[in-house]
């Protein structure tokens, strides 16, 4: 297998450690004074979900896991699951709930994803960095409201509360970044 060191590991990268295989949620280069500098790495464990901020040299080699990655798209969800679609064979895969977690928010009819395979296992999606949502519920404008940056409430058509400028309305196609759940524009 390869190894990659501690500073080169990225956001989704799988890696072998303490007998599990844990995905790197963050990275963050720690450097304080005439220090070394370090890396502080937040890390997911597949199997058991545990979340862990360890810090490490940034020299420190790890051993990569290979994650098998395939594009999908979302049909709908159930009850405990999400139904993906494989691009390639057309085969249905449902995903637990808890794996999406609070991501679903943002899943709408045939989004293009891409779900991380380990033995023919789902075990970690990732969705586009921007989405497009119809909001579902947001107060009306007011008259006369001129101020430029004033944001309001909205709630989308999957759930996902987004601060909207003032103009936006109810049945508006909006851009949410879903990294942080802001908004972006108008669609």
């Known amino acids: 297998m390869a190894t990659i060191k501690a500073i080169d590991l990225r956001r989704g990268m799988g890696v072998v450690w303490k007998d599990g295989i844990w995905i790197v949620v963050e990275n963050q280069k720690v450097a304080k004074g005439n220090w070394r500098s370090s890396q502080v790495l937040t890390l997911k ?4 979900g545990q979340v862990l901020d360890e810090r490490f040299r940034t020299e420190e080699l790890f051993e990569q896991a290979i994650l098998q990655r395939k594009p999908m798209n979302y049909l709908y969800s159930e009850s405990g699951a999400h ?10 895969v449902r995903v637990p709930r808890d794996l999406v977690g609070d991501q679903s928010v943002y899943l709408t009819p045939n989004l293009q994803v891409v779900l991380n395979f380990v033995d023919e296992r789902p075990v ?4 586009p960095t921007t989405v497009e949502l ?10 006369g409201a001129t101020v430029t940056n004033a944001m309001k409430d909205a709630r989308c ?7 909207v400028p003032c103009f936006v309305n109810n049945g508006d196609h909006v851009v ?7 908004y972006l524009s108008r669609a």
């Open 157 to 163: 058509e999957g759930g996902a509360r987004v601060k």
């Open 45 to 48: 464990n597949l199997k058991t």
């Open 134 to 143: 119809v909001i579902a519920d947001t107060p009306p404008e007011l008259r």
């Open 124 to 127: 970690l999606l990732e969705l």
């Open 176 to 182: 949410v970044d879903t990294r942080t759940g802001q």
């Open 83 to 92: 139904v993906f679609m494989d691009m390639e064979s057309y085969e249905e």
